[in-house]
């Protein structure tokens, strides 16, 4: 009977063994999840506070862009409104001096365009240009076929961009 107990006790410890073995594996595997799992917690609390601090700067960089702009927008009506105020003072005037006070007002306005960039498109006696024109009219005349002969409405570009098309007469050239 020794002989079975020794034989048992034999079979026994490389199976003992084998569970130790998957124990310490299971072990093993259970600190790599859980490193894993840490690290990936980490890395997705990272990219949430990156995604709201991203959010955070998309809307605050929406609200400095509308502040710009309507700080633009209160400057340039702050110097419009001397104009509105010349304009009132103009009709209180006498009837002789409106055409010069007109002049004067119009004067100052084209100034305080020109300030912020803002010039007329020059169209009288030139070639007509798509790009800043809209012919309203083509008429016979004596001018060259294709220039400009009347500017109905003047146009208007800002650095070099057209923000208004002027609206002119085109010559068809002489009819015969």
Do not use: W
Request: net charge negative; glycine share 4%; charged share 40%.
């Amino acid at each position: 009977m020794k002989e079975d107990t020794s034989r048992r006790s034999e079979e026994q410890q490389p199976i003992a063994e084998k569970a130790d073995a998957a124990s310490r594996e299971r072990e093993e595997m259970q600190t790599s999840y859980d490193e894993l799992k840490s690290a990936y917690d980490d890395l997705n609390d990272r990219y949430l506070r990156l995604a709201a601090d991203f959010e955070n700067y998309r809307k605050r960089m929406a609200r400095e862009r509308e502040n710009l702009t309507r700080l633009a927008i209160e400057d340039l009506a702050v110097e419009l409104l001397e104009v509105v105020d010349n304009f009132e003072r103009a009709e209180k005037a006498e009837a002789g001096g409106l055409g010069e006070g007109m002049q004067q007002i119009q004067k100052l306005l084209m100034s305080i365009l020109e300030r912020h960039g803002i010039k007329p498109i020059e169209c009288l006696n030139r070639p007509f240009d798509p790009e800043c024109q809209e012919a309203i009219a083509c008429v016979p005349s004596e001018a060259e076929e294709g220039s400009v002969i009347e500017e109905v409405v003047r146009g208007y570009c800002m650095q070099d961009k057209v923000i208004r098309c002027a609206k002119v007469v085109v010559s068809k050239g002489k009819e015969e």
